[in-house]
């Protein structure tokens, strides 16, 4: 978040050798489980990383898009997830439906939430959202007849996709199933980012006063910018509740928005597909350091603190400055 | 005293100020004019060292100023009166005197600069007791220039203290200024009122676009109306 | 209607004694959160660093406080060192952390972010050497027991003494605030820390002294609630999302809206479980009465204008 001026962005697919680049990259997302036991990123696992690449993405939407620092989206990712587990369990609908309505949900909730936390800015923003996704945390930890509170909510029903395929126990259809859900949302956020709504969001991130006078609507950007995010982290929830069968109560506990926050931090906010590395990086120490350390967060910590005060712009963010400083001969984005 | 020599100075990427060169000598009151956004709370920004980008040399009385702190300037023996006063709301006058004073701690006594600004705003007497929010313009302007004589500096900088104000404090604040040089302290002052400026100043810079344009004495610019019609646009 | 008188009814049937118990103990709440939200407030006003790490800080103290006492059995010692030593580590994270952001454009943002960082490491750094089971205090001698009863209600000495010990503090604070020219600096950058640079004050050593301080009165609030809860690596998590709603309530940047807000809070804690048919809804109040302040004041009870905005 240093104060560059363009927002890097993943390259142009219409160019020749970035569609390459794109195909090459979607043939190894979707053939990763027909390799995965070879590697120590095992299908289950992959999964995860989808599914917080998607959280860290849509979070991102606020976060690096619009300069919203929320720490309650623990709030959409943990009601996604109860709201998917409820159509599943209570009214036996089917997969793709929850999820679709777990997306207009959290939409919906995005709007009440958004209209109260959104009055604030700044620091308060931040720590009233902290505070309302609290509040959100108790309600389920109440409401124990959908949630199971502390226990968790099991008893998920059996999933699949009509006959065709099995998701229950299924860990490589499981794979391909969220892969393909949040590939689409993960494109659809993408063209939203590069859309002129998306050009506004950057405006308002880099100087909200000046795209005030430039006549928009900054409030109302920065609104929109708020449902979209919690809505897709909504969808990231479901997911993680079908690809988990189960959904335990810290999901939606205050630290799950510290998560996506580092997530998306380390990554970097000002690259797309920053999130993804996050995530990959994130769950493999959480799941593999894990294995021979088990105080892995000391590890995590003493990172994403390096990587606020040494790389402000990310893992990725500072690759792809560092890159295309060399490549295109850019003079250095900020004199001392 | 003070001596700018090409002194360039930027917000993020773009220049504020461009060769700055400009000279207040011992006791000398000399004024900065020039239109709204040419650069003059710039330059008195850049010399109390606020603005951290910034080239060229800035000497007093032989200390190269350029990379000190705003607070290791001040011990050199300049204060700034900001342009917004930077009155500190929550504090009493008393108290904010008290921490203009602390600079000059080892200079001279609470006592005697109470007294010495009292003699000089008998009004903040009055007042002492009361928290900054509460004064009106006149007052915060007189607090914050008393305050900045805590210190004892020897070349106050001060950035447009009539703005603003009615005109009993206008001439208040006007008596003070001729006062202070009395007191031998030397002024460089930002001042927008062209005859207030003539009538305080030995020598005026008129500064545009952050280039200073003219530099003259007080005299040949009262005679020359051309002047005041081409860098302020009044005669 | 009816339901109306049945609450009523209820809650004319909870005995006196409950009702004193409860008081005595939001109290007990109450001068914990004050010495929390006090630096946090203050550090935030000043600095305009969220510290996300207090919760931490407070663990911290009360795991040195817990290894002083073991290595030297005695807990006064413990109260006095663990401070000291949090504050020293606090003042060097400010140091070689937080300094380097101050000029950043972001600053508020990336304070935020690196004490998350620290929250998020410190609760596996205690796990790692003092394990993941809660530890006990030993309630010193001298304050064991009950000190005195009403209505059939027992005060326990210890509870007292750290209510005591919490007012001396506020008291102590006051004092230091007011009375003398760290304080005065302290007040004067909260209003504006640049003008205080301007008048020829180096204002960073006062930021390092400050974020020293705050971190040492968690650490004290993490021992005083030694004897009372065990320490655990968690203790942190929780009582930092209520601090922050005390400094939100009581408006950021302000030292009496701390107090006044820690007290509210502290009694909203432990009175609303006895509210017949409410129960369910205690944890959840402080975040109701938190929206509802912002509603009406939307800077808080004592807020000032534009800060943290």
Redesign the interface.
Known sequence: ?S?STALKQTPNPSSVKSLFAFAVGLIILFAWPLFAQYTPIFTSLATEIIIFSLFGIAYNMALGYTGL?SLGHAAFFGFGGYFTGAMLKFFGLPVILSLMLALVASSILGVVFGF?CL??????F???T???S??LY??A??WIGVTGGHEGMAGIPRLGLGQWVELTNNPKGQYWFVASVAGISVYMLWRMVNSSFGKVMQAVRENEERANTCGYNTKRVKYVAFIISGAFSGLAGSLYLISQEFFGIENIY??MS?AV??IT?FGGTEVFLGPFVGALLFLLMKDSFSHYF?????L???L??AV??FL?EGILGSIVTFFSNRVLRRLPKK?? | MLTLKNVNSFYGLSQILHDVSLTVGDGETVGLLGRNGAGKSTTLNTIMGLLQQRTGSINFNGIEMAGLKPSAILHTGVGLVPEDRGIFHNLTVLENLKIGYLAGKNIWSFDEYQKYVFGLFPRLKERLKNPGKKLSGGEQQMLSMARALGSKPKLLMIDEPMEGLSPEYVERIRQTLLAMKEHNVAILIVENNIKLALDICQRIYFIEKGVIRYEGSSREVRDNPGIRLRYLGVS | MEAIIEFFGRLAEIPANTWITQVYLGLVNGSVLILLALGLTIIFGLMGIVNFAHGTFYMTGAYLGWLTLRLTGNFWIALIVAPILTGLLGAGIELTMLRRVYNKRESVYLGILITFGLSFLGPDVMRFFFGKTGLPYVTPALLDGTAFSIAATNFSRYRLFLIGSAFSLILLMWLLLKKTNLGLIIRAGISNSRMVEVLGIEIRNVWTATFGLGTALAALAGVLVGPIFAVQPTMGDMIIIQSFIVVIIGGLGSLIGAVISALIVGQVLTLFPLLPHLQQLADVVIYLLMAFVLLVRPRGLFGEEGVGE
Do not use: C, D, N, S
């Open positions: 978040m104060g620092i109260i009055r604030k800015t700044g620091v308060y931040t720590l009233v902290l505070a309302i609290q509040m108790y309600v930890q109440m205050w630290t510290g926050l580092i931090l088990e105080y892995w967060q000391i995590t910590g003493t994403f603190v606020v005060l402000p004199e001392a």
